[in-house]
């Protein structure tokens, strides 16, 4: 990508680090961070956050992006995600560079700082158990108490904190506190905890700490030390900037970043909430994080979701200073746009509707040239096999045909798509059920390739497989993962009450031979069905999984026109 200095700001912050370059508020410089908590996989949401940190970085000269992991829950976090989150931000195509960082790289500096505040007189250890804290803590109508060790000496202080360090003392008998105002209208400003004792090892420290310093202290001071300019979190930390600017104004530190506010990508059908998905995972609602329906990354791209289709999507929600949602047809639209160029049309069958074509020689078979995407002639032809018994979908065929359905019907004609047309001459039931189980039809070897030389018109193309050619593989088609638009509504219903039982259903799939070696990953346009993805987990040599990505029905566009239309009434 090329860097300029002069590209139009597009939103509230890029204009705020515009402004910034102009006055030179951070000697021109524009460094920013994203920084996941490694609890779980990132979603989507985190995509947003992504593009706009590593955005804002490449989009300016000299701009820098780091990943840095805030570390400082060891209870929750492992290093599978500290893996999978380095993969996803690579996937999405961004680039940390050598500047990978971790909060817990910064616990010795971090303990240091706390240690400066005490003999300020800004910090004390505090005795009171977790819910006398909280008791103290008052509400947001009331003031709060002032803790009764609150006037501990900074000796008595230094040497408590010290032994808290040195495992002295059991999981929330001390805290550390910092020493602010217990009468503040902002919660977060009422002696809030700055470190905690909690006996856990940390998957990147070992046992080396058994007290671990809390978000708000660490992410502020951590901002700082990698002298980030420009520190872009979600809205619901508007009420933590108090504290964040608190805490670096009473250090004595040389980088004071400013926290921006922007507001979180919610989108329809699905939950964004690490906590809620982890729940997904662990009890089974899911196949894992992975799964084709998750909003995770690693769920979208597994699914056939390409970087870029993300990276369009995210440039196109923008970015705001109100909460909004987000419609999940958004998503599938930047997909559709995005393999539509890309992925080679090819052609099977999901519910095959067997057809005998009875004026074609029984051991005859033809090798048909069959374009690979009529949007890119230079991804060029392949053979398709056409032969005297064919598959086409059971939807492409009424009996009784509706006003408007211009398929497939007994006497009519329509052309099999780079093969012939041909009429349907024969309907065959099954004597028992009355269930169409068989066409048979006569094909016009005058129209090889799909068009008639005496200019004779159809109504429809229809997409087929040679029943001897084709290959079984496996459709995952997928749908929402919840049957309501916002399944958090309702505050005391369980989310997962609105699981949709319909979000996976499973189908053996025809489709024509080139698919043959199709690669885990690779992705097509099935002709009138679909945009779909080799899976990559449960996909091998001997069955071939397909997960549909999207339809092509594009309800987005078509929400669109509506809408285009309501404004011009
Ligand atoms: P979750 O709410 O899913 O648990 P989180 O905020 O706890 O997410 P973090 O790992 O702390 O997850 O997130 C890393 C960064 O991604 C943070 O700066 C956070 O503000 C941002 N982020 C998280 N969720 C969203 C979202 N839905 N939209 C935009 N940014 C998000
Ligand atoms: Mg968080």
Known sequence: MTKTESAPPT???????????????????????????PNGYLHIGHAKSICLNFGIAEENRDGLCNLRFDDTNPIKEDIEYVESIQADV???GFDWGDRLFYASDYFEQLYQYAVQLIKDGKAFVCSLSPDEIREYRGTLTEPGRESPYRTRSVEENLDL??????????????VLRAKIDMTSPNVLMRDPTLFRIKKV??????????????????HCLSDSIEGITHSICTLEFEINRQLYDWILDELPVDCHPQ???FARLNLSYTVLSKRKLVELVNGGHVSGWNDPRMPTLSGLRRRGYTPESIRNFCERIGVAKRDSVVDIALLEYSVRE????RAPRVMGVLRPLRVVIENYPEDQVEALDALNNPEDDSMGWRKVPFSRVLYIEQDDFREDPPKKFFRLAPGREVRLRYA???????????E??????????TYDPNTRGGSSPDGRKVKATLHWVSAAHSITAEARLYDHLFVKENPDEEKDVDFKTYLSPNSLETLPFLVEPSLANAEPGSKYQFERIGYFCVDTVDSSEDALVFNRTVTLRDTWARIQKAQQKKHQK
């Open 11 to 37: 939103n509230f912050i890029r204009q705020i680090i515009a402004d910034d370059l102009k006055t030179n508020k951070h000697d021109g410089r524009v460094r920013t961070r994203f920084p996941p908590e």
């Open 90 to 92: 690579k996937w999405l």
């Open 161 to 174: 904190f010290e032994r808290m360090r040195a495992g002295e003392f059991d999981d929330g008998a001390h």
């Open 201 to 218: 090892p940390h998957h990147r420290t070992g046992d080396q700490w058994c007290i671990y310093p809390m978000y708000d202290f660490a």
């Open 259 to 261: 926290q921006i506010e």
């Open 338 to 341: 995005d393999l539509n160029k």
């Open 420 to 430: 012939y047309y041909v009429t349907c001459v024969k309907v065959v039931k099954d």
């Open 432 to 441: 028992a059920t009355g269930q169409v189980v068989e066409l048979r039809c």
